[in-house]
């Protein structure tokens, strides 16, 4: 049983507190959910029954603690009862009845659990009431119509209850989907005409028809409002967005006077965010969400939309400064918030959010988290939603220690201690997601062993260290049997399929169809040859596989004319009759997914989105670039695709990138290698960590150099043996 | 007066004669007019980048060049024939080699109001990072029923008092083999003395029409 303490630490009782763990043990050995005050079918604050235990193949049933003193009804209607201390309260009799029907609504939904016919719901529900601190005869002054017992006896009415509901029909994840309010985010339905068909378009519309539902560590996370900060770790698809959008909607209707700041850094974000949380707060209150104080805002600002660098500016009286006063920063989101911070902390200003919640951590500076923590008020209830594995040079996690800054003593706002352990309910308060929606599992593996270089011929780029950080990312270590690895120790390392929720992938294994076709690889002696071959598959793809234009994303790994080579794909698709868009190029960046239009995208643009059809083109620059961020585009190119992904390249070493793809397939769904020594990895991550234009400097200088005087190189050579036997040793080629 | 299929018929072949410089075709007939699908009507009083913009952003156009320029095609007739002709040629607009202190210094020395209001406002563009375009477009609009002016004329963007007064009315062809024969002039003269274009250019001009223009000033600017 999963136990989900949604307000539990912020508001209940005491006998609500010690009641859930005692019942949470009771239930341990079934399969469902016990929830506190959740799901909440749209109800609010005390309308909700203390405890709602949905239990798989059982039935539902609802638990309603009564802590207090009750004397009696407090009129002849029984629709209100008075409490030793004079209070008013409703009577909870009423509130577990009407709770009890907006259950019964929402689970008349869905054919599978009610018939129309008879009316009868096939799913059990009981409910009964608790009374802690009331004396038998006042209890029964009040009438009751439904169950109630002492809280002495809670254990034995709830294994009788287990015994006689062993005929509901069930409880299941569909009917918790609608119960708990979720079915909103189902992807559109599309009718499958027929299951049979093997066309790609039929197995993309199939994997697309799949009632969304939270799965256990989604539903335990955002399901719950932390007394504290909190870290969500995972990679892209593992629905952090759809989680911290539910924890909004959530704090909001619990508490409409908190103040909540949703911030996030991709200015395409704001439509999705400002969907989830009014489709599951709209369904759960039938009102919209309040966004005065509710902020859903892009860090910076965009055009005619608030932005919370601007806000603060505004709220403070400072003069913000405009994208073309700093456009020419190293990083000019870094240096608006470094001038944001130093005017702040001469401020001192009081704190007025109650809860940040923060996608896309892993784009932000750190001075943006210390603005956050001076704004944020106690407890800190900062979440941030952070993907390990956005950015190859960015492999280390950044710790809390690290992001929040300096109290006057110089100690860190947040240590590192702040994220050990667990909220109540047993919720880690650095919480991995290690399920992955969006990519099939070859597909994410491909990904990671060419970003990582896993088997690239000069040795690996880059490697996580520790057996943890693996985990982190959903992968299971074999070998060696330590927590840190060392140089030389041979690592075995495999992707578990169960963390792999990818449908299409499951539709292929259904049909015994080998799920590996969903990446592929193709070698062309030129890019004309490439491009030709490209456009005509497009063309198939569309024409005779049911696929539309829209749903395919073509990426280049080109970082040179790039204009050039999507006119000519353009121009090629153009005469086959497919159309397409270049956003950025041709087309207004924010232009994507149209209908009828086919996306030529640069790895860039394309990140944060992502298509059922994705092609990889130019992908030998992951092999031929000197500063390895290829691999780090090819890795975020490969990880856009959520059904086929298509790679392809030309010229002279595409054999080697060939040669790396053929390796990672197959030693799939597992990879082995040796651990490279520190130094060799140090010295990669020193180039890792260069600024782009100083790698790009340095290499054109280099290559005038060979180009113009190489006299002058090998003179310099000749005169630094150190460097030149660097050079001969093999590994050390970069 | 040329039917509107001949002319339909003329936009094709001039499409796959100039294909290779055309990275996008967007055109079809349909009731009694030669456009692009979802044709908006009138023309933007915007900057002319913002207009080049637009029209990318709708897909307000016939073909799209592979310099990114952009050509629009349109033919209208109703039942006494041809009504309405717009040809319009929209470079890719390039922006101006200019500092944002220069604005400064043109601004601080002119002495008409409106064009200190002008330069504010560049310079106000140019702080949000906008950069400033000198291009325009220039087009051939041919309008059967208008009496103000000519129905036959050239015009550049948005100045209405010099219509430049044209004899003929021209074919598709016409137009873009101008455009191609100007903007692309090294790879245009390896294909004009291809069968097919030569082709197309004799049998164009048998269809050119002629209109009443008082003043031919075309023939005039031609032969100074």
Do not use: A, G, M, Q
């Given at each position: 049983m999963q136990y989900i303490s949604g307000s539990l630490g912020h508001n209940s009782s005491a006998e609500e507190k010690i009641i859930g763990t005692q019942i949470n043990s009771d239930f341990v050995s079934f399969e469902g959910t016990l929830g506190y005050r959740m799901p909440s079918v749209g109800m609010q604050g005390k309308d909700i029954p203390s405890f709602i235990a949905q239990i798989y193949e059982h039935g539902i049933l609802i638990i309603d603690i009564v802590s207090e003193h009750i004397l009696g009804p407090a009129d002849d209607s029984d629709e209100y009862w008075i409490t030793e201390t004079g209070v008013t309260i409703p009577s909870r009799d009423i509130v577990i009845d009407n709770f009890e029907r907006e259950i019964q609504n929402r689970l008349k939904q869905d054919g599978r659990v009610y018939d129309r016919r008879t009316g009868q719901l096939k799913i059990v529900i009981g409910k009964v009431l608790v009374f802690c601190n009331t004396p038998a005869d006042k209890i029964a002054s009040l009438n009751l119509i439904n169950p109630h017992i002492d809280r002495n006896s809670i254990t034995s009415y709830i294994r009788s209850f287990i015994r006689n509901s062993n005929n509901s029909i069930y409880v299941s994840k569909q009917s918790q989907s609608l119960i708990e309010g979720t079915k909103v985010f189902a992807k559109a339905r599309k009718a499958v005409l027929n299951p049979e068909s093997t066309l790609l378009g039929d197995l993309i519309d199939r994997s697309m028809d799949n009632t969304f539902t939270l799965d256990e560590e989604q539903r335990k996370v955002s399901m719950q409002i932390p007394s504290g900060p909190q870290r969500i770790r995972g990679l892209a698809g593992t629905g952090k967005t759809v989680i911290l959008a539910l924890k909004a909607a959530l704090t909001h209707k619990e508490d409409e006077k908190l103040r909540i700041l949703s911030v996030f850094n991709t200015q395409s974000m704001y439509n999705q965010i400002h969907d989830l949380i009014t489709k599951y707060y709209t369904y759960e209150t039938r009102s919209s969400p309040d966004w005065s104080v509710l902020e859903v805002m892009h860090a910076w600002g965009g055009k005619g939309r608030a932005g919370f660098y601007y806000s603060v500016c505004k709220r403070f009286g400072l003069n913000p400064f405009a994208y073309g006063d700093v456009k020419n920063q190293l990083d000019p989101l870094e240096f608006i918030f470094t001038d944001l911070l130093r005017k702040l902390k001469s401020l001192n200003p009081d704190p007025y959010y109650d809860m940040v919640l923060i996608d896309e951590a892993q784009d932000f500076p750190q001075p943006f988290f210390e603005v956050i923590y001076l704004l944020?008020?106690?407890?800190?209830r900062i979440i941030w939603a952070y993907d390990e594995f956005q950015s190859l040079n960015e492999l280390k996690i950044k710790e809390p220690r690290d992001l929040f800054g300096l109290d006057n003593e110089g100690?860190?706002?947040?240590?590192?201690?702040?994220?050990?352990g667990t909220y109540i309910g047993g919720i880690e308060k650095d919480f991995i997601l290690?399920?992955?929606?969006?990519?099939p599992r070859i597909t994410l593996m491909t990904a990671h062993g060419l970003g990582l270089g896993i088997y690239r011929k000069e040795g690996i780029?880059?490697?996580?260290?520790d057996n943890k950080s693996w985990s982190a990312i959903g992968y299971r270590v074999l070998k060696p049997n330590k927590s840190t690895f060392k140089e030389g120790d041979q690592v075995e390392i495999e992707r578990p399929e169960?963390?792999?929720?990818n449908i299409l992938e499951k539709i292929l294994k259904e049909k015994a169809a080998d799920d590996k076709q969903l990446v592929s690889f193709e070698s062309y002696s030129s890019w004309k040859e490439e491009y030709d071959s490209v456009a005509q598959k497009i063309h198939t793809l569309i024409s005779t596989q049911g696929i539309s234009p829209e749903q395919i994303m073509v990426i280049t790994l080109a970082t040179l004319g790039t204009g050039e080579l999507f006119g000519y794909m353009r121009q090629q698709l153009d005469f086959l009759g497919v159309k397409s868009i270049t956003p950025g190029y041709i087309e207004s960046a924010d232009t994507f997914q149209e209908k009828g239009f086919v996306n030529l995208l640069t790895p860039y643009r394309a990140k944060g989105n992502e298509a059922n059809i994705v092609f990889v083109t130019d992908a030998q620059f992951a092999i031929t670039n000197t500063s390895f961020r290829s691999r780090n585009a090819a890795f975020v190119s490969i990880t856009r695709s959520r059904g086929y992904c298509y790679i392809s390249g030309n010229g002279r070493r595409i054999n080697e990138l060939a040669e790396e793809i053929r390796h990672i397939s197959n030693d799939y769904p597992r990879f082995n290698f040796k651990f490279p020594s520190e130094e060799e990895l140090k010295r990669r991550r020193v180039i890792l960590n260069k600024a782009e234009n100083e790698i790009e400097k340095s290499q054109r200088q280099i290559d005038e150099l060979i180009s113009k005087n190489p006299e002058i190189l090998i003179e310099t050579l000749r005169q630094n043996p150190d460097l030149l036997s660097k050079i001969i040793k093999k590994d050390d080629s970069n | 007066m040329i039917p509107i299929n001949n002319v339909f018929e003329n936009l094709d072949a001039t499409y796959k004669a100039f294909k290779d410089f055309i990275i996008d075709r967007n055109y079809s007939e349909q009731n009694n007019e030669i456009c692009w699908p979802s044709y908006k009507s009138g023309i933007s009083k915007q900057v002319y980048s913002k207009q080049y913009e637009d029209l990318i952003a709708n897909r307000q156009f016939t073909f799209l060049l592979t310099d990114r320029s952009a050509v629009q095609i349109y033919y209208s007739y109703d039942n006494t024939g041809l009504k309405k002709i717009r040809l319009a040629y929209y470079p890719a607009p390039k922006t101006i080699n200019i500092e944002r202190e220069d604005i400064d210094t043109y601004y601080g020395e002119t002495f008409s109001e409106a064009l200190e209001a002008h330069y504010m406002l560049l310079h106000d563009l140019m702080g949000q990072g906008i950069s400033v375009s000198n291009t325009t477009h220039v087009r051939f609009d041919y309008d059967?029923?208008?009496?103000?002016?000519?129905?036959?004329h050239l015009q550049i963007d948005g100045i209405q008092e010099l219509r430049i007064p044209f004899k003929h009315i021209i074919l598709p062809f016409h137009f873009v083999d101008f455009i191609i024969q100007n903007t692309y002039s090294d790879e245009y003269f390896k294909i004009n003395k291809s069968p097919n274009i030569v082709y197309l250019l004799a049998s164009s001009n048998k269809n050119l029409t002629d209109v009443d223009i008082g003043h031919d000033y075309y023939s005039i600017f031609m032969s100074m």
């Open positions: 944020t008020k106690n407890p800190k100690n860190p706002n947040i240590p590192n201690t702040e994220l050990e290690s399920n992955c929606y969006r990519n780029v880059d490697i996580l260290s169960t963390f792999s929720k | 059967r029923d208008v009496t103000s002016h000519n129905t036959n």
